[in-house]
């Protein structure tokens, strides 16, 4: 079992930048890619980026690339998503996710996650 928790989330100017934190707990929580979702009211979930684990491989969709940056910290099983140059478009309600199966890489599709945190809101507002 992994359990998620999201934080850091807030309201920003564009330009701005904001770290958000998804602090994890669980026996093998070290060996699992970790991803970070977004979603606003009435559109898809929409996977934003991931590190894999242990390589520490990331990717990013197109929208962020050279903006955002995902990290982790094993030793306090925390993985952060720094995100830079905020645009009101990046607006959302942030989530960090385990997948149920344990993989030297990063799932793709967001049905591969079985574990969520519980989201934190980025407004990006001028």
């Known amino acids: 079992q992994v359990q998620l928790v999201e934080s850091g989330g807030g309201l920003v100017q564009p330009g701005e930048s904001l770290t958000l934190s998804c602090a994890a707990s669980?026996?093998?929580?070290?060996?699992?890619?970790i991803a970070w979702f977004r979603q606003v009211p009435g559109k898809e979930r929409e996977r934003v980026g991931c590190?894999?684990?242990?390589?520490?491989?990331?990717d990013y969709v197109d929208s962020v690339k050279g903006r955002f940056t995902i990290s982790r910290d094993n030793a306090k099983k925390t993985v952060y998503l720094e995100m830079n140059s905020l645009k009101p478009e990046d607006t959302a309600v942030y989530y960090c996710?385990?997948?149920?199966?344990?993989?030297?890489?990063?799932?793709?599709?967001?049905?591969?996650?079985?574990?969520w945190g519980q989201g934190t809101q980025v407004t990006v507002s001028s």
């Open positions: 996710a385990a997948p149920e199966i344990i993989a030297p890489f990063c799932w793709e599709e967001l049905t591969e996650y079985k574990y």
């Open positions: 669980g026996a093998t929580v070290d060996y699992y890619g």
């Open positions: 590190i894999s684990s242990p390589e520490g491989n990331t």
